[in-house]
């Protein structure tokens, strides 16, 4: 039973425009939720978090939005650039900041064309 | 220096062999995990070591043999293992206060 779920394997967009990565969890205890994005032949690299208590979290080019009633979080990034071309990955931890057991979605891979 | 160190890179063994996958962070993290990606999964949490304690067995094959002998290294040891154990292995870093994960590069995995 998959308790992270990320249902679009692929995302394409255009240089300019605005990425939407979304992705839908299953377990009510989960407060805590990050996106990794991982470029081929590297490790995941931490992007933006968010805790539960908050419903929108903001780093530059990239936001993430949770709404906790449709257990569902997205991640925005604007304006999408070719360098952003990846896998990106949504993770969920039950256990607070304290704890870091991560649960991983499938992820999704972006694809921004010049 | 990187902050999560994975050696080797690339592992070709065979079904009898034994070998090890090794970690190195240098981040100061208290707590370290494995990590395995498989082709279109999502990773799967299989170790997780807090102040060289082995916290967490995520119901792990017991051809799988972690082992911690401080908090800034961690092995994987392998042995028997199966073509299906074909995989990338990451190994991630936490430091105490933050909930996010230092991934290494990790160590892809074929086993003929």
């Known amino acids: 039973d998959q308790q992270v779920k990320q249902n679009s394997p692929s995302l394409s967009v255009q240089e300019g425009r605005i990425s939407i990565l979304n992705c839908d969890y299953t377990?009510?205890?989960?407060?805590?939720f990050l996106w990794y994005k991982k470029y081929p032949a590297e490790g995941p690299t931490f992007l933006i978090s968010i805790s539960s208590i908050k419903d929108k979290n903001e780093d530059g080019r990239f936001t993430v939005f949770l709404n906790k009633s449709a257990k569902h979080l997205s991640l925005h990034i604007v304006p999408s650039q070719p360098g952003d071309s990846a896998v990106y990955f949504c993770a969920a931890s039950d256990g607070g900041t304290s704890y870091g057991k991560l649960t991983f979605g499938q992820g999704t891979i972006l694809t921004v064309h010049p | 220096e990187t902050g999560v160190t994975q050696t080797p890179r690339h592992l070709v063994m065979g079904m009898t062999n034994k070998k090890s996958l090794k970690c190195e962070q240098h981040l100061g993290h208290n707590a370290m995990y494995w990590y395995k990606q498989s082709a279109k999964k999502p990773l799967e949490l299989m170790f997780v070591?807090?102040?060289?304690?082995?916290?967490e067995n995520n119901s792990v094959p017991s051809r799988f043999s972690p082992e911690c002998p401080n908090s800034s290294h961690l092995f994987l040891h392998l042995h028997t293992l199966q073509p299906e154990d074909s995989a990338l292995y990451l190994c991630?870093?936490?430091?105490?206060?933050?909930?996010?994960?230092?991934f290494g590069e990790g160590s892809r995995l074929t086993v003929l």
């Open positions: 377990n009510s205890m989960f407060d805590y």
């Open positions: 991630a870093s936490r430091g105490q206060n933050t909930g996010e994960l230092f």
């Open positions: 070591y807090n102040f060289k304690e082995q916290t």
